[in-house]
Structure formats: C-alpha cells, structure tokens
C-alpha cells in the first residue's frame, strides 16, 4: 500500500511539474501536427503574445480551418462517420454557417436506417431462400400433438427431433391476431380445424403487410413460411420467425 501511495505521489509531481513547465510553443505545435483547433485557440487564449518563428498562428488556425472544412465534406461524401466526428472533436463546428454536428446527426441517422433495412432485407431473404422440411400440417403431425393421441411421448419427441429447428411452409386458417411489435404479428391457427394447433410469429416487411395481417378476419387462411421453433406444453407448435408468402 505504501508503494502505491508513494508512486501516486510522483504521478501527482509529475504532473504538476508538466502543468507548470510546459512550453506553449511546443504545445502549440503539437496542436497543429494534430490540427486540433480548440487546442491551439485555447494556448492563444493564455498567451496572446506568443510568436514562433515570425508565423501568422492566427492565420495558421485560418489555414487549418479550411484544412479541415474540406476534409470534412470529403468525408461527408465517403460516409466517413469517424473522420467527421474527429473533426468535430478538434474544434471544427461550422462551415459556411452549416452546423456540422447537424451535418453529421443527420448522416448517423441516415446510415443506421440503411444497415437496418438492409439487415432487415437479408433476414427476410434468408428464411425465403431458406430450404423447407417436407411435412404436413395435418394428418401425421396433426394426429400426433392431439390431447388423447394414441401416440406415445416417443414417438411425439422423434418427431419434434425431425422438425424443430427446420422450415415449413403452410396454409392454415386464422384464429386469432395480435400485435407484438412493430411489424411483428402474433398469429393463432384454429385448432378446430384438421390442421394441427399452431402459433405463428410473422415479420412483415412493409406497410402494405402490415396492412394486409390487420385486415385479416378468423376463418381467413394465411400462407406462411417460418422456422420451427419448438412446442409448448399444449402440444402447440410454435413457428418463430416466419414471413408471408403470396
């Protein structure tokens, strides 16, 4: 403990000593190395005297800002979030009166909702492409997840061990329909049917399905195509996550 003590001691000393001995010249020029503005302003600021080798540094702090200005829409152009940010961090905050932390907001904003459409487009290309496993809805399946089956618990988990985790693609009449989210429906077959019992969790991709899965009245039938995500304890199927196919 003592030898932490001691050490952060001179850290302290240290970095007293730096604060009092810093030579602004020096930090002035690592200030443009860097370009960073608000630095180089702010050393002005406390030594408004400050001369090295006969430069202009209120025309240097101009020249940069240009520099800067420049650069900034370049990086504009290239989408270069972290290169606009940077700019902004070094005291760059206008140019010709445009609010370049606007300029780069809008930009973000801009780009995320790019990554999510196309986020969005792949994970519903991925279950449309996706291969399906080759059963039906009703007999079989249907007969086996039916409360007093004949089947036994064997025969009931080979099953799920063939489908889970596999696609299907079906028709089945509607019960019931909920909203889980934004574009995220929640659907119940109707288990009166000769169809087995299920519930379907479908994404939508824009309005006009969200419309469509709204309008959508029990008795309608729905085509679908989704991942077997498991059973309840009702025996029901749970199919999560699915898409409409027309």
Known sequence: MKLIKIGMVILIVLVIIGIIFSNPEDSFRSAMESKNITKMEKILEKNPELKIDGIDLLETIKTIKNELSQEFMTSVKNKDLDKMKTIIDNGLTTVNGKDLNKIYGNLKNKLKKER?????????????????????????????????????????????????????????????????????????????????????TIITKNQAENNYIESIMTGDRIKFKGKVDGFNFLRTIEIEPAILIK
């Not at 519903?124 to 039906?136: D, G, H, M, P």
């Open 116 to 200: 999510e459409k196309e986020e969005k487009l792949a994970f519903y290309n991925k279950i449309l492409n996706a291969e399906t496993i080759n059963i039906s809805p009703s007999g079989d399946l249907k007969y086996m997840m039916d409360m007093g089956s004949k089947y036994t618990d064997i025969q009931r988990d080979n099953m799920k061990e063939r489908i889970i985790g596999k696609y299907v693609q079906w028709t089945l009449p509607v019960y019931e329909v909920s909203k889980k989210g934004e574009n995220r429906y929640y659907i119940i077959s109707d288990s009166s049917t000769a169809y087995i019992s299920s519930y379907i």
